[in-house]
């Protein structure tokens, strides 16, 4: 059974930092590409990023209201993905979900595995 | 970026009706769209993939179609579990995109 656990949510000033986990079980983790998406409060759903497996160099891809701010990593041999999220922004507010997108079509990806999400909060 | 516009954004109906939600996509997009349902406090969950394929375990009452700018996400008898927010999205290119949710509630 796929497990996605994210953690490291919290309370941070704006201009702060904070670091997500997600911790998968249940498949090859070095095989897939993970991502991120989040949800402000009472609001529509964002990506925000993506981390490409081993065999695509583990390259990165971001979205253009986070690039430069945040950075995606991943540790195959502890089957986690990473968000290290800097200069964080009140609109940075939301819950963060850690996404496998393993519905695969070609070269396009659907997201059918969701965490349950983590909620970052920045606030002063 | 490509953009995908949902209509409507909200919508109320009962149970038994047939509902359409259409996405429109700013440039063509080919297939390579998904549909995603997701109730209060919870993630979304994949329905509809490639346009009109059925994802694994989704009830047969759902169906989608549509190609290239427009897309349609049909539920053909609404039960009370379907009363959620349903978002489209492209993988056509980056940035991966999602329409802005239709909200779906019993009249």
């Known amino acids: 059974e796929v497990q996605l656990v994210e953690s490291g949510g919290g309370l941070v000033q704006p201009g702060g930092s904070l670091r997500l986990s997600c911790a998968a079980s249940g498949f090859i983790f070095s095989d897939h590409y993970m991502d991120w998406v989040r949800q402000a409060p009472g609001k529509g759903l964002e990506w925000v990023g993506r981390s490409r497996n081993k065999a695509n160099s583990y390259t990165t891809e971001y979205a253009a209201s986070v690039k430069g701010r945040f950075t995606i990593s991943r540790d195959d041999s502890k089957n986690s993905l990473y968000m290290q999220m800097n200069s964080l922004k009140i609109e940075d507010t939301a819950v963060y979900y850690c996404v496998l997108p393993s519905r695969i079509i070609g070269i396009r990806r659907y997201f059918d595995f969701w965490g349950q999400g983590a909620l970052v909060t920045v606030s002063s | 970026d490509i953009q995908l516009t949902q209509s409507p954004s909200f919508l109320s109906a009962s149970v038994g009706d047939r509902v359409t939600i259409t996405c429109r996509a700013s440039q063509g997009i080919s297939n390579y769209l998904g549909w995603y349902q997701q109730k209060p406090g919870r993630a979304p969950n994949l329905l509809i993939y490639a346009a009109s394929t059925l994802q694994t375990g989704v009830p047969s009452r759902f169906s989608g179609s549509g190609s290239g700018t427009e897309f349609i996400l049909t539920i053909s008898s609404l039960q009370p579990e379907d009363f959620a927010t349903y978002y489209c999205?492209?993988?056509?290119?980056?940035?991966?995109?999602f329409g802005q949710g239709t909200r779906l509630e019993i009249k």
């Open positions: 999205q492209q993988l056509n290119s980056y940035p991966i995109t």
